[in-house]
């Protein structure tokens, strides 16, 4: 930006990229331990899907 101009809107954005890549590290991790990694690993995504769905409804 040039000339002290800003953005329009909020320029701090919440990123969710981190729980979706958590959540499958562990659920398989999880689903390792009871010898079901593929579930696990789904299930975590899954979880983690729905975090970062919720920090990106409510951030925007």
């Known amino acids: 930006m040039t000339n002290n101009q ?3 809107g909020s320029s701090t ?3 969710g990229g981190f729980f ?3 959540g499958c590290i562990i659920g398989t991790i999880g689903g ?3 010898g079901q990694p ?3 690993l789904l299930s975590g995504l899954a979880a983690g899907g729905l975090i970062a769905l919720a ?3 409510f951030d925007r």
């Open 6 to 8: 800003q953005p329009n």
């Open 13 to 15: 954005k919440n990123a």
């Open 20 to 22: 979706l890549a958590a």
């Open 32 to 34: 390792g331990l009871l």
């Open 38 to 40: 593929t579930i696990g």
């Open 55 to 57: 920090i990106w409804y």
